[in-house]
């Protein structure tokens, strides 16, 4: 694997069956590259994305994440990769301090250690008045921010974000991508699904999926210019129409 | 004839005021754009038009029914696609329909005419159940049924929320039809990108309204400089440029940042500014608004804003 990279797929397929979910894909992600992972629903994004965090076996080809071989080696891709989830899976009924607690446990931190992140996070987050507040309460914007945040408590070197930014309104969105920027920026990998067109140009590169396959992969701007097109959502519209 | 008529109109939840005074008019055959974030009234909005629920003050009448007095009529009147998925999803495709046609005292065949477009789109699956259709199809047939007793208005609420860009066009290209039988459409949207097709719209936020118009004529109705930077460093451009003395907002778009100033610049004034203090930038531009850059505008921008 080279160095540069913090994954490394080859030939990556997916069966259930007759029907071949993921079918041959191959790409490389940069460490401290911001990729976008896009495709139609029932394109097999998800199927893919499962294989990759150790949570799906291939049936067929290879994969690298964080150093870690995705079939050999799933329990260490795990403990070496952040996951954050659509629902942000954060307990409601928690506050935020109970949250990065639970988490921090989870993956084994230390006392110590878990004091320091609790601390960091909601002093970063502005979150210390809140901090004994159950979940709940928060605003949308605030909770994203929050299961970001406890995503990368064991401080791992890529987070999978999961169609992060439901809800979708424009503030709590520009706000979620300034962070992602800022962990960029830290060198950290992230690696994100999405269906909004638009977002997929906050992105580095974009890969798109159409029925199991990667059809494009490269710069929203390479990709707007070789289909001809002015925004991502017609990039994708032309590749996934016609 | 104005379709839908609501004049102050206003809903309290305990202390929460879900809608402060909302007044517009939707003529027939018009699609009326709702779009505003979660959490901004929309869905309120639709219970209180619909009949499912009652405003605490304001009057409005729905294809020339009270929503009060009247609310019987209405309810033969119009068709709803609630923003949650509520067809049955153990009855099929075929079956879902016909139940619809049937409570509405109708048939299929008397208006097939109406959702044929739509309906042969699914009908390959009229047998499949309609918990198994992928989110497209399920929204397909959720508008056949909110058609098929023939409304003079059609109610959607967030109807491509969670569908993909490909079947989210097509939506769009089947309501551009409606529109030509002279159906009235509200429709509500967190998509600004969906506003431009839309004959008017309404910008709300928080249970209020920022503004109504055509979406050609917000774009046009925009004055302030505004301009794209391009840079492979977003997260340090942007910090510097909330710091600078020119910005008004400066907020990540896709590959650009859009930056609003005070007064108007030469785009290579600000590039050299921002080469001035160290940061490489590829491309600074005018830009075209887009609404959702009026709708950032338009909206509370503390967080976004300088000083």
Redesign the interface.
């Known amino acids: 694997m080279d160095k540069r990279n913090a994954i490394e797929v080859e030939g990556l397929t997916k069966r259930f069956g007759d029907f071949t979910a993921v079918d041959a894909i191959s790409f490389q992600v940069a460490k401290g590259e911001i990729f976008g992972f896009l495709g ?3 394109a097999g994004k998800t199927t893919a994305m499962k294989m990759l965090i150790g949570l799906s076996r291939p049936t067929e080809g290879m994969g690298k994440v964080a150093g870690f071989d995705i079939d050999k080696e799933a329990e260490q891709v795990k403990r070496n990769i952040g996951y954050m989830s659509q629902k942000f899976s954060l307990y409601d009924d928690l506050t935020p301090k109970e949250n990065v607690r639970f988490y921090g446990g989870v993956y084994g931190l230390s006392k110590n250690r878990i004091k320091e992140k609790t601390r960091e996070i909601l002093k970063e987050l502005h979150l210390e008045e809140v901090a004994n507040k159950p979940v709940v309460a928060l605003p ?1 914007g605030w909770k994203q921010r929050l299961a970001f945040a406890i995503s990368m408590v064991h401080d791992p070197d890529i987070v999978f974000l999961d169609e992060p930014t ?7 969105r ?2 979620f ?2 962070t992602i ?2 962990v ?2 830290q060198g950290r990998t992230i690696f994100v699904t999405t ?8 992105c580095d590169r974009v890969s798109i999926m159409v029925t199991g396959k990667i059809e494009a992969l490269d710069t ?2 390479k990709l707007k210019e070789e289909y001809n097109a002015n925004t ?2 017609e990039v ?2 032309k590749l ?2 016609y | 004839m104005a379709a839908v008529v609501l004049e102050n109109i206003s809903k309290k939840y305990g202390h929460v005021t879900a809608l402060k005074s909302i007044s517009f008019r939707i003529n027939d055959g018009e699609i009326f754009g709702l779009i505003g ?3 901004a009234g929309k869905s309120t909005l639709f219970r209180i038009l619909t009949t499912l629920l009652l405003a605490n003050e304001g009057r409005a009448s729905v294809a020339g029914h009270d929503v009060i007095r009247e609310y019987q009529q209405i309810r033969k009147k119009v068709g709803y696609m609630p923003g949650r998925f509520s067809l049955y999803q153990d009855l099929s495709v075929e079956e879902n329909l016909s139940f619809f046609a049937t409570i509405f005292g109708t048939t299929i065949q008397e208006n097939y005419d109406l959702v044929k477009d739509i309906y042969v789109q699914i009908e390959p699956f009229k047998k499949r159940l309609a918990g198994q259709l ?3 199809m399920k929204q397909k047939l959720a508008l056949c049924c909110a058609l098929i007793h023939k409304p003079e208005v059609l109610f959607l609420d967030e109807p491509t ?7 989210r ?1 097509e939506f769009w290209e089947m309501l551009q039809s409606l529109k030509e039988k002279n159906i009235a459409i509200l429709v509500s949207t ?4 969906e506003a431009s097709l839309c004959d008017r719209i309404a910008l709300i936020q928080n249970g209020e309204i920022l503004k109504i118009d055509s979406p050609e004529q917000m774009v046009r109705d925009f004055k302030k400089p505004l301009y794209a930077i391009k840079t492979e460093h ?3 451009t ?1 910090n510097y440029l909330r710091s600078a003395s020119y910005t008004r907002s400066a ?2 778009f ?3 940042i859009h930056l609003t100033t005070a007064k108007p610049y030469k785009p290579f004034q600000i590039k050299d500014d921002l080469e001035r203090v160290g940061i490489p930038i590829q491309e600074v531009k005018i830009a075209a608004p887009s609404i ?1 850059d009026i ?2 505008d338009l ?1 509370n ?1 503390d ?2 804003i300088n000083g």
């Open positions: 139609a629903n029932g949308l439901g809800g979708v309104d424009p503030y709590v520009r706000q991508w300034e920027y800022q960029a920026e269906h909004y067109m638009d977002e997929a140009e906050y929203p701007e991502m959502d994708f519209l996934v129409r | 974030p979660d959490g992928s989110g497209g929320t969670g569908v993909d860009a490909v079947s066009k967190p998509y600004m990108d977003t997260y340090s942007l907020l990540p896709g590959e650009f959702e709708f950032l909206s921008t967080e976004f």
